[in-house]
C-alpha cells in the first residue's frame, strides 16, 4: 500500500457544500492555516487517523494536571438524528472513566494534536462497534430513543485503554502492521484480554456498573446490558486443517478467558512488596 510513499506526509483537504450545510471535527491529523486542511507525518498515521464531517455535538473539558502528568483535553463528539441531550450525560461519564483511567496507568498517553476525542454515533442504521484509533476513538450504536444505548459506556472505557495498550505498547508480533489484510497475533489475550479487563475494572471504579455485574462478566463472560453470553470458541470446522484450526484456537479465545488472565496478573502484583500504581485506592 502507498506504492513506496508511506513515509511522505501526507495532506487531506475537506469541502462543504454548501458551505455552512455540515460541521467538522477534525481528528488525529495536524491543522493548517486552513481550517479544514489537515497533515500526517505518514500514510499510517494517516490511516489511524479518522474524519467524520458532519453535523455533530461537540464538548470538551481539561484533566488538570496532576504529578508528572501534564493537563489534557478529552473531547466528546455526538452524532444522532436529533438532539436529545445524550452529549452531555456521555461527557460527565466519560470525565470519570478519564479520571479512573489516569489514575490506574499514574497518567494518560501523550496525545499529539493536543486532545483526545470519542467520536459516537448513535444512528437508526448503525450497528454496535468500536474502533480505537491512536489520538481517538469511533464508536457507533444503534439509537435508542432515551438515554445511552448499553453498549456505548463499556466501549468508551475500552477504547480509551487502547490507547495506551496495542497504540503505544503492542505485542511484537503485531508489527509491521498490514492495512490489507488479518493481523493474526499469540498475544490476543495481551492486546484485547488486558483491555476487556480494564474496561470492567474501569466500569467498576467510576460507578458505572457494580461489583456484581463485573465479577458476571469476568466469571461467565456475560455482558449483561447487551444481553447476551458470546458463545465458546468452535474446536473445528468442516472445511479447516488441522493447522489452520490450531492457529485460529492460538489466535480466538472466549471473551471470559480473555479477562481471567489479566484479573490473576493484577491479583498476584498487587500482592507483591514494594510501590506499584494504584496502590492507594480502595480495591
Known amino acids: ?46 490511516l489511524d487517523s479518522p474524519v467524520e464531517f458532519g ?8 484533566v488538570p494536571a496532576c504529578g508528572a502528568d501534564r493537563s489534557h483535553v478529552i473531547r466528546v463528539a455526538l452524532h444522532e438524528d436529533r438532539p436529545s441531550g445524550l452529549v452531555d450525560t456521555l461527557t460527565t461519564t466519560v470525565g ?25 454515533d448513535t444512528l437508526p442504521w448503525a450497528r454496535s462497534d468500536g474502533m480505537e484509533h491512536r489520538n481517538s476513538t469511533v464508536i457507533t450504536t444503534p439509537a435508542t430513543g432515551s438515554g445511552a444505548p448499553p ?26 502492521f498490514s492495512f490489507e489484510g488479518p493481523n493474526p497475533s499469540r498475544e490476543l489475550w495481551l492486546a484485547e484480554g488486558v ?11 467510576a460507578g458505572t456498573i457494580g461489583l456484581d455485574q463485573a465479577l458476571s462478566v469476568v466469571e461467565l463472560g456475560r455482558e449483561p446490558r447487551r444481553g447476551r453470553t458470546r458463545p465458546p470458541v468452535p474446536l473445528a470446522r468442516r472445511d479447516e486443517s488441522a493447522c489452520a484450526v490450531r492457529r485460529r484456537r492460538e489466535v480466538e479465545r472466549p471473551q471470559a478467558m480473555r479477562r481471567h488472565v489479566p484479573l490473576v496478573l ?18
Open 1 to 46: 500500500m502507498g506504492a513506496g510513499l508511506e513515509q511522505r506526509e501526507m495532506r487531506v483537504i475537506l469541502r462543504q457544500h454548501p458551505p455552512a450545510s455540515a460541521g467538522r471535527l477534525p481528528r488525529n491529523c495536524s491543522t493548517t492555516d486552513d481550517p479544514l486542511s489537515f497533515t500526517a507525518p505518514n500514510l499510517s498515521y494517516l
Open 55 to 62: 453535523p455533530l455535538e461537540v464538548r470538551s473539558f481539561t
Open 96 to 120: 470519570r472513566i478519564v479520571g479512573e483511567q489516569r489514575a490506574i496507568m499514574g497518567e494518560l498517553p501523550t496525545f499529539e494534536p493536543g486532545h483526545y476525542t470519542f467520536l459516537i
Open 151 to 176: 453498549t456505548v459506556v463499556p466501549t468508551m472505557a475500552h477504547e480509551l485503554f487502547h490507547a495506551w495498550n496495542v497504540e503505544r505498547i503492542r505485542p511484537r508480533s503485531l508489527e509491521p
Open 195 to 205: 483491555t476487556s479487563y480494564i474496561e470492567t475494572l474501569t466500569e467498576v471504579r
Open 266 to 283: 493484577h491479583v498476584r502484583t498487587r500482592h507483591r512488596p514494594g510501590p506499584r500504581p494504584g496502590a492507594s485506592r480502595p480495591e
